[in-house]
């Protein structure tokens, strides 16, 4: 009897295959994409051809990528090989799910090869090609992440530019995009000019499904996101989890600031979003903007244990409370969530966040954590260990392949409600060992 | 309006701790700024737990040939928007085109050179759209969707300059098959038995059909890679086999793409049974995770004989995460998974109560759920509507995939239920959704056939009726009136 807990994603591992001539965003989509299905619970690896090639070969120039020069070309099909051998590796002994095989893949020729490669091990592949013909983005995107790459470490901004645009015309000999009569059983999504358009071609399964509505939600358009707890509450002063309390008076006063600082950001067009919470709620309202009450942004729920100090769950609860440590992650509070829950609530918010702009979310620990580990790539061990302090804002500015963070500080005194990881996490410590790292409280 | 116990008003309330306050609405269990004694008329949305899908009424307009489609996708979208919390409705020429003409001849009227008819037709489409005007701006509707072949650039030019003037936002969904057996498939399906050929044979209505959409071909110009490029929209080949998707603008046209790209129109079966009868039900207590009486065994094993009997092919078998429902498909020898979002609605401070103990504990909230029975929100628990922005991934994942079997519960399956029969908010609460009963429910033309199967186990009545008297002032036999027998 199989019993499966929401594993239906897909049968086979997936093959990504990525398609695009240099500088059209295939690594920053390889990574963005990686990053959201390993949030949501599918492991996945992005397998980089470059890297690949700069451990046999130390770069000198573009004379490398020329066509006709047939030494390169060897080590170039010898480092495809090698990915696509590790590529085998992750999916048999590392129990990956999706790879995502980022090169340029230009040319029918290596298509044809890599699908016969998926369809011999029983892989499905899933094409996403780049297409882009606008100068001023892949200018932006050659001054971004190219002229800092390991190739050009040693040469200046201009050079480096130059080089790489003549790069660019040696791929442009050989490039065949993906055809709408040749490959129209192969399954695919063709993005066009950063998103303006797309072309969906046979997708297979609920992943390749849900892969296409990701990609057609992420834009590059320069914007920040702003997470925030509530200000201190009631019962976050009496050391209590869950409830629904009120803002203490720091609480409001936190408030009041975060209100002064976002004013002082002359952010435009902000959204705020809050929890269906009364604690973000009244947070929200000093800031003076209109918000938008999001009831998957409520804070986990403890079940039983909701409205206890953790003092109170090792008195009634101590085997839970030592389960708990055992697993942060997966654990869940008898009638109550787990982390793993959260972020399957969050999944729609954060499909929201990626649509909009700039954006301030006004929410809880542990849902401020989930999302935290979604923007900058936490591992699920990571997550619910994450250090998200009342009266703090983070600002998070997407750059490069990556997230620029800013904590921001209010200087408004508040309780510290973080709980490490304590020691000894067996069923059978003593109280002292499991009360060992609870926060201060009134 | 009453207020519950968290909003107590106090008279000495300053002005800058009465910015502090906040109120929780009784139904909805909403926190809002408290706004003084004389109570709060807040808008839907401040409140509503459904963030803002856009800001500008929406106008979708379906383009394609006859018998592609146009409207088993309009319908199709229009149950899921309303599903989904949007006002949302169709809006079909042929319909106008109907009462205007009142009885069709045949084919000729819609050839390119009939200038009688060219009239007829325009009017017909001034007049859908004038009535698109007052669904936006009198009836909250937020999305309308304009059912026409819409195949000639002039006419699509007419409709943005229309839809700009009025602030609507427009996105086109054009249907392009060149497929001979799929589209002689929707003839018989569906234009044979249309109000056009009432009076005519099998074999007359599909050759006029043909000739009808031969009138169409001369002057259908497809959306233009090209000269559309600043449009919005999604092209549909071959029933899904491929899209184009152009400038989605927002989030409900994100989620319109999402949706279409989502559903086929393979035949299957979609199945629906609650657990068997289980211990908490037999004591008429509402909730909690009980396991299943011996006649819910009963019902769960006669469930799996019934389902082998069906030989379906390639079955799914969904269950939640609740014990009743997995004693339920263990019996039935199939893998099963299990889904979170499938447990039952979360009835907070009210789990394991007996009705009788809900009117005498909590006797407002129980008049309020009488009320509002969509949107009550249990105290520390969930609403209808909270269970379906819950199940809308079970939903999606429901369109994705082919034979499936459902077992869930009573709140949620009338979820499910509503969503498949195009039920409304206020119908979904009352659906009847009896224990050791499967609905079998198959695609067929523009909705659904639903076969009720008893399997013939005996078993408690979960079903309350809504009672005559809904007020808070009500006294207890009022209250309980509805309630079902039990233990």
């Given at each position: 009897m199989i019993i499966m807990q929401n594993t239906f994603f897909t049968n086979s591992p997936t093959l990504i295959v990525m398609v695009g001539l240099p500088a059209r965003g295939k690594t920053y989509i390889s990574k963005k994409l990686t990053r959201y299905l390993n949030w949501i619970g599918v492991p996945t690896k992005v397998f980089n051809l470059g890297q690949y090639r700069r451990e046999v070969q130390s770069y000198k120039s573009f004379e490398f990528f020329r066509p006709d020069n047939e030494e390169a070309m060897q080590i170039r099909k010898a480092c495809a090989s090698n990915a696509l051998k590790d590529v085998v590796i992750y999916f048999s002994k590392e129990h990956g799910q999706v790879a995502v095989f980022d090169a340029t893949n230009t040319t029918r020729e290596r298509r044809v090869s890599i699908v016969s490669f998926a369809k011999e091990k029983g892989y499905k592949v899933f094409f996403v090609e780049s297409i882009c013909d606008d100068p001023d983005i892949i200018a932006q995107n050659i001054a971004d992440v190219k002229v800092?790459?390991?190739?050009?470490?040693?040469?200046?901004?201009?050079?480096?530019?130059?080089?790489?645009?003549k790069r660019i015309e040696c791929y442009k000999q050989t490039y065949v995009p993906l055809d709408d009569e040749k490959d129209r059983r192969l399954s695919y999504i063709k993005i066009f000019n950063v998103g303006s358009r797309y072309l969906v071609n046979c997708v297979q399964d609920h992943i390749q499904s849900r892969i296409v509505y990701y990609l057609m939600n992420i834009h590059v358009t320069p914007r920040s996101i702003y997470l925030s707890r509530h200000g201190e509450s009631n019962m976050n002063l009496l050391g209590r989890i869950g409830g629904d309390s009120g803002l203490s008076p720091r609480g409001h006063k936190y408030a009041t600031a975060l209100g002064t600082f976002i004013k002082s950001q002359h952010i435009k067009d902000l959204k705020v979003w809050t929890s269906h919470m009364k604690r973000t709620i009244q947070t929200a309202e000093h800031l003076g903007i209109p918000y938008e009450q999001w009831k998957a942004l409520n804070e986990i729920d403890?079940?039983?244990?909701?409205?206890m100090t953790y003092e109170e769950i090792q008195d009634n609860h101590p085997e839970e409370?030592?389960?708990?440590?055992?697993?942060?992650?997966?654990?869940?509070y008898p009638k109550g969530e787990s982390y793993e829950d959260l972020v399957h609530r969050l999944e729609p918010v954060i499909m929201e966040l990626e649509r909009q702009e700039n954006v301030l979310v006004v929410c809880h620990q542990a849902v401020m954590r989930c999302l935290l580990a979604y923007l900058l790539d936490k591992t699920a061990d990571e997550l619910p260990y994450l250090k998200c302090p009342l009266h703090t804002?983070?600002?998070?500015?997407?750059?490069?392949?990556?997230?620029?963070?800013?904590?921001?500080?209010?200087?408004?005194?508040?309780v510290n409600t973080?709980?490490?990881?304590?020691?000894?996490?067996d069923v059978s410590r003593d109280p002292e060992e499991a009360l060992k790292t609870i926060p201060d409280h009134f």
């Amino acid at each position: 009897m199989i019993i499966m807990q929401n594993t239906f994603f897909t049968n086979s591992p997936t093959l990504i295959v990525m398609v695009g001539l240099p500088a059209r965003g295939k690594t920053y989509i390889s990574k963005k994409l990686t990053r959201y299905l390993n949030w949501i619970g599918v492991p996945t690896k992005v397998f980089n051809l470059g890297q690949y090639r700069r451990e046999v070969q130390s770069y000198k120039s573009f004379e490398f990528f020329r066509p006709d020069n047939e030494e390169a070309m060897q080590i170039r099909k010898a480092c495809a090989s090698n990915a696509l051998k590790d590529v085998v590796i992750y999916f048999s002994k590392e129990h990956g799910q999706v790879a995502v095989f980022d090169a340029t893949n230009t040319t029918r020729e290596r298509r044809v090869s890599i699908v016969s490669f998926a369809k011999e091990k029983g892989y499905k592949v899933f094409f996403v090609e780049s297409i882009c013909d606008d100068p001023d983005i892949i200018a932006q995107n050659i001054a971004d992440v190219k002229v800092s790459s390991p190739d050009y470490l040693n040469c200046d901004k201009e050079e480096a530019l130059a080089d790489f645009l003549k790069r660019i015309e040696c791929y442009k000999q050989t490039y065949v995009p993906l055809d709408d009569e040749k490959d129209r059983r192969l399954s695919y999504i063709k993005i066009f000019n950063v998103g303006s358009r797309y072309l969906v071609n046979c997708v297979q399964d609920h992943i390749q499904s849900r892969i296409v509505y990701y990609l057609m939600n992420i834009h590059v358009t320069p914007r920040s996101i702003y997470l925030s707890r509530h200000g201190e509450s009631n019962m976050n002063l009496l050391g209590r989890i869950g409830g629904d309390s009120g803002l203490s008076p720091r609480g409001h006063k936190y408030a009041t600031a975060l209100g002064t600082f976002i004013k002082s950001q002359h952010i435009k067009d902000l959204k705020v979003w809050t929890s269906h919470m009364k604690r973000t709620i009244q947070t929200a309202e000093h800031l003076g903007i209109p918000y938008e009450q999001w009831k998957a942004l409520n804070e986990i729920d403890a079940g039983v244990c909701e409205e206890m100090t953790y003092e109170e769950i090792q008195d009634n609860h101590p085997e839970e409370f030592a389960l708990r440590d055992q697993d942060k992650y997966r654990y869940r509070y008898p009638k109550g969530e787990s982390y793993e829950d959260l972020v399957h609530r969050l999944e729609p918010v954060i499909m929201e966040l990626e649509r909009q702009e700039n954006v301030l979310v006004v929410c809880h620990q542990a849902v401020m954590r989930c999302l935290l580990a979604y923007l900058l790539d936490k591992t699920a061990d990571e997550l619910p260990y994450l250090k998200c302090p009342l009266h703090t804002a983070l600002k998070l500015t997407p750059v490069a392949y990556g997230c620029k963070v800013e904590h921001v500080f209010l200087n408004i005194e508040a309780v510290n409600t973080h709980r490490e990881r304590p020691g000894n996490v067996d069923v059978s410590r003593d109280p002292e060992e499991a009360l060992k790292t609870i926060p201060d409280h009134f």
